[in-house]
């Protein structure tokens, strides 16, 4: 999905020494989710399912504002 694609370039760019750290350990989980739960989740980070990747959901959609 190209919007996720775009959302989630975004949050590896400015996350890159981060994530080079070992940070944002549950983005591999967070990935391996299907596209259009993903989606629903990026949209409402609240959503339904979503507790365990809340906060890196709400970092990655934070730099899409």
């Given at each position: 999905?190209?919007?996720?694609?775009?959302?989630?370039?975004?949050?590896l760019?400015?996350?890159?020494?981060?994530?080079?750290?070992?940070?944002?350990p549950?983005?591999?989980?967070?990935?391996?989710?299907?596209?259009?739960?993903?989606?629903e989740?990026?949209?409402?980070?609240?959503?339904?399912?979503s507790?365990p990747y809340?906060?890196l959901?709400?970092?990655?959609?934070?730099?899409s504002?």
């Amino acid at each position: 999905m190209k919007e996720l694609d775009v959302l989630l370039e975004r949050f590896l760019e400015r996350q890159e020494d981060s994530l080079a750290r070992g940070g944002w350990p549950e983005l591999e989980a967070l990935l391996d989710t299907e596209d259009d739960q993903l989606w629903e989740w990026m949209r409402d980070p609240s959503a339904s399912g979503s507790e365990p990747y809340r906060r890196l959901l709400e970092s990655i959609c934070d730099g899409s504002r």
